[in-house]
């Protein structure tokens, strides 16, 4: 479902939930709002329904923004640098969900200041396009989803994709397969590795780190995923799914509890009562689930 941004702040407003007339209950987080705000104007919003909710009002959450503003060249640049990451995981590990690649050696590579890469960082995991692998350093790991929308690239590279739109796609296919080097997308601020001045001319690229509290989440929804992995096989590809949307959200720097809340109520008692969720609630929000009647 796609509205207005300006329908949702419009809304009645209490603690990160607005309440949308015609809609119901949307969950916004302090990164959405930026996000917003950094596009101008009142851009259009993805919704998502948050199913599983106890609560007789729909609920969704936000899962992007399309752009009405005029600065289309920032907005452009973004994604450039976003798909360019995707390919880069993509071609690193062969386009093998299980095979990890090197966050660190992509953005040295592309020499993106600290803010563009965690731009590209953060909008993968959100849109569940790829995963933290905890194993052997920063590494990522492509999902299923995120494999797709690159061979559906490749395949159809003047078309858009679900997350890119069509400009995008053939600027990005049609650069890395004449050159799989670093693309120069142009000086744009605006990512997870660190600019370092060392000299008067002389800059330096300093090799990121995953944070600390990152890679603990990484490790606790990991363990999730294989509580998942024993459900039988017609309740494990709906629980994936869902254990995926709490993931994109625990790792935001603001995560808005209310949103994992909402997903979390829709997973099966044996994988809300596991000790790794208990300690994901703990280490990300400093409190218990919620209790379940």
């Known amino acids: 479902m796609r509205i207005d941004w300006i329908q949702v702040v419009n809304g009645k407003q209490e603690d990160g939930t607005y309440l949308?007339?015609?809609?119901?209950?949307?969950f916004v987080n302090p990164r959405d709002i930026e996000e917003a705000e950094e596009l101008g104007g009142s851009p259009l919003v993805d919704l998502r329904e948050a199913?599983?909710?106890?609560?007789t009002m729909p609920q969704y959450v936000i899962m992007g923004f399309i752009p009405r503003s005029a600065d289309a060249q920032l907005v452009a640049q973004r994604d450039n640098r976003r798909l360019i990451a995707l390919r880069k995981i993509y071609d690193e590990s062969g386009g093998d969900p299980q095979k990890p690649a090197s966050w660190s050696k992509i953005i040295d590579e592309q020499k993106w200041s600290r803010?563009?890469?965690?731009?590209?960082f953060f909008f993968l995991i959100e849109r569940g396009l790829m995963k933290i692998h905890t194993a052997g350093g920063p590494n990522v790991v492509l999902t299923r989803q995120g494999a797709d929308e690159i061979e559906n690239a490749i395949r159809h590279p003047n078309q858009p994709t679900h997350f890119f739109n069509a400009m995008t796609v053939q600027y990005i296919?049609?650069?890395m397969d004449n050159s799989n080097r670093s693309i120069n997308i142009s000086d744009v601020t605006g990512s997870a590795i660190g600019l370092l001045q060392t000299g008067n001319d002389n800059t330096g690229y300093a090799n990121q780190q995953i944070n600390p509290r990152i890679e603990e989440i990484a490790a606790?929804?990991?363990?999730?995923?294989?509580?998942?992995?024993?459900?039988?096989?017609?309740?494990?590809?709906?629980?994936?799914?869902?254990?995926?949307?709490?993931e994109a959200e625990v790792v935001?720097?603001?995560?808005?509890?209310?949103?994992?809340?909402?997903?979390?109520?829709?997973?099966?008692?044996?994988?809300?009562?596991?000790?790794?969720?208990?300690?994901?609630?703990?280490?990300?929000?400093?409190?218990s689930p919620p209790s379940i009647i």
Do not use: W
């Not at 949308?20 to 209950?25: N, P, Q």
């Not at 803010?115 to 590209?120: I, K, L, R, V």
């Not at 808005?256 to 008692?269: G, H, R």
């Open 20 to 26: 949308v007339d015609g809609i119901g209950e949307v």
């Open 51 to 55: 199913s599983g909710n106890p609560s």
């Open 115 to 120: 803010e563009d890469a965690n731009d590209a």
């Open 173 to 175: 296919t049609n650069n």
């Open 220 to 246: 606790l929804m990991e363990s999730i995923r294989q509580a998942v992995s024993a459900l039988p096989e017609d309740e494990r590809i709906a629980n994936s799914k869902l254990v995926d949307i709490i």
């Open 252 to 287: 935001k720097p603001s995560p808005v509890k209310s949103v994992v809340d909402a997903i979390y109520y829709a997973l099966p008692s044996i994988i809300k009562a596991a000790p790794e969720m208990i300690g994901l609630y703990l280490k990300v929000f400093n409190e």
